[in-house]
């Protein structure tokens, strides 16, 4: 399904939804279409979801919503301090606490569905926001029309791992002037985009500077690397969930291994795997057709089950 109307995007918009928890977020598309939440990963503002990726998505029918998770860009900073040690110790796979944990954010994105007054949604995340959305779906499971994971694992330590290479970049300070900030940034998305769709340095920077301009949070993305470390083994807990569920990896991925989305599709019942050669941790261009399709092609699968059920349902009443 594709439509040809005028794509109407929101302002940003501001959504209390919790004690202390101010999100910032924009649509994109019809109200009245299918509503599609997207989950960006650890540090991403919402503008990592670009915007003509969005709008390609509420092309297919889907009332697109975006957001700044806390800790990010213009939603409201948190609290609590992640020492470098506290780090390394998680990083090892020792005890540690986190200041809040991916159930925490799966509830502040249920929360802004309650704000925008919607039962449900299909629901997809990179990254960190795939975590979360996966926890969305084990934690709110009728808040989740279909599931869309992307370069995602789920949270079993022997899949899904970084390249040794980029844990101390991972755990080096995040530099506070602006063209430092850039260049180290634009230098890291060489390291893990996507090399056979590379981005070209024009890109790379203006995301850089694009993403400075809207609020660096240093103590946020620890905070979020943080619950990232504490995430608990969602693998068991998956092999229950049976919501229609489309799984997104690259085969080239230094950030999160392939083996994480092969991991979370053999955890999940009848979910479609789509493994990408030359597909980095990022969202390239030329990818957008193939993954907004895929995206589409889920949730039509799940109207079908539903329709379906509906008439089992009908079926059976009329016997009784």
Known sequence: MTTSRPITTSEELFAPVSPGVELCYQTFGDPADEPLLLVMGLGGPMLWWDTGFCEQLAGQGFRVIRYDNRDTGRSSTMRGRVSRLA??????GRRVTAPYSLSDMAADAVGLLDHLGLDSAHVAGISMGGMI??????????????????????????????DPKLIPRLLAGRQVDREAYVATSAAFWKLIGSPGFPATPEHQRRKAEDTFDRGINGPGVLRHMMAVLTQPNRTAALHGLRTPTLVVHGMADRMVHVSGGRATSAAIPGSELLLV?????????????TITQAIRRTADRADRAERADRADRADRADRR
Request: glycine share 8%.
């Open 277 to 289: 050669d030359g597909m980095g941790h990022d969202l390239p261009e030329p990818l957008w057709p």
């Open 87 to 92: 780090l390394v110790r998680a990083f090892a």
């Open 133 to 162: 959305a996966q926890t969305m779906a084990l934690e709110h499971t009728p808040r989740v029309r279909t599931l869309t994971s992307i370069m995602s694992t789920t949270g079993k330590r022997t899949v899904g791992w970084q």
